[in-house]
């Protein structure tokens, strides 16, 4: 089938529309009408080609939420007209030891939801910049929020996956004080989690303007992080940190935050490393620092169910299909709250 989507064909070519062909719905497939699909800062990278490795034409998006248009002939748990979303990934092998524990998304045979090589056409995955995308069964999650509130659940499929998993890993809750770095489109969903969880929320950035913004999202506390004095006065206090900053930054300045045994997880991806740090800012205190990529099938449905449970969806701004390239420069700029998210209806205008 033959679909309008948005795409770009090379890393220093805008995205424009593109026609793309969805394989045939097969026995345990699910095809999704594509409502709505959140825009990811990892969109922009794949899309430019700053990450290495795209493959072209590239189709991105890996947020997306929609209705189920048709099912395949062994597909039981899913029937049209439900409401579902699909994630960072759309295959694994299903057998290693990483798919038996519901983590597929550390399989060394995950398969992205675009730029993942794949025997469908042309090659590789295309993503939710689309009208329609057919996933394997056991990639689609199911969604229970109201109607409604589609368009701001679909950012939960990445940036709010990717903070759960380790404030669910880590045992955020109650009595425990975590610490979110960055309150952008990763952040945000970082704090309202962790808020929702029971834990004591301590936010951190670098702007002064956005300490408002931050304590209407939930965080007990704000910080900036380019004030030395309020840095100090938290030092040793936080029991974990997920640091969401795509940017290179001093990671000692918040190692110095953890308690002893305390943890610092980093979910940002950056385009260049970050500078190394202290080894004895962790040896001394028996800290960690660790990585979290997005999170399993179950987990991310755990998540949405979380959040359905807790009225909790993304700060979004939704936009036309044919504004995504404006869209990508306004977010280099830090210019959006917190999450763009395309309204997949403007694709057959």
């Not at 990450?51 to 947020?63: F, I, K, N």
């Not at 900053?245 to 190692?255: E, I, N, Q």
């Not at 939704?318 to 306004?330: P, V």
Request: charged letters at 20%; glycine letters at 12%.
């Amino acid at each position: 089938m033959t679909v309008k989507a948005y795409g770009a064909h090379a890393g220093d070519k805008p995205l424009e529309p593109i026609d793309i062909v969805r394989r045939a719905v097969g026995a345990h497939d699910v095809r999704i009408d594509i409502a709505y699909c959140g825009v990811c800062h990892s969109d922009l990278h794949q899309a430019r080609g700053e990450w290495a490795g795209t493959l072209y034409p590239c189709v991105p998006g890996h947020e997306i939420v929609g209705r189920v248009s048709a099912v395949g002939a062994h597909v039981d748990a899913f029937q049209v007209g439900d409401l579902v979303g699909v994630g960072c990934m759309v295959d694994s092998c299903r057998h290693c030891a990483d798919c038996e524990a519901g983590l597929e998304n550390y399989c060394d045979g995950m398969v992205g939801t675009y730029n993942g090589r794949t025997g469908d056409a042309p090659g590789h995955t295309l993503g939710g910049y689309s009208q329609q995308i057919v996933v394997h069964e056991h990639y689609v999650l199911r969604v229970r929020h109201a109607p409604e509130q589609l368009a701001a659940v679909a950012p939960l499929l990445c940036a709010g996956i990717t903070t759960w998993s380790p404030l669910r890993h880590w045992n955020a809750g109650p009595g425990k004080r975590v610490g979110i770095v960055g309150i952008g489109g990763l952040g945000h969903m970082g704090i309202k989690l962790a808020r929702a969880m029971g834990a004591h929320v301590v936010a951190f950035t670098s702007s002064e303007s956005k300490i408002g913004d931050a304590q209407a999202l939930g965080a007990h506390e704000v910080v900036v992080s380019r004030d030395p004095a309020a840095m100090a006065a938290h030092a040793g206090t936080l029991d974990l940190i997920v640091n969401t900053v795509a940017a290179p930054h001093d990671l000692d300045a918040y190692l110095s935050l953890l308690r002893r045994d305390g943890t610092m997880v980093l979910v940002g991806a950056p385009s260049s490393p970050h500078p190394s740090p202290q080894v004895f800012n962790l040896i001394l205190k028996r800290r960690a620092l660790a990585g979290s990529m997005i999170g399993g099938i179950p987990e991310t449905q755990e998540m949405l169910d979380f959040c359905a449970e807790h009225g909790i969806v993304a700060d979004i701004e939704m936009i036309r299909a044919d504004e995504i390239n404006a869209a990508y420069e306004r977010m280099l700029k830090g210019d959006v709250k917190y999450r763009f998210v395309i309204d997949s209806a403007s694709l057959a205008d």
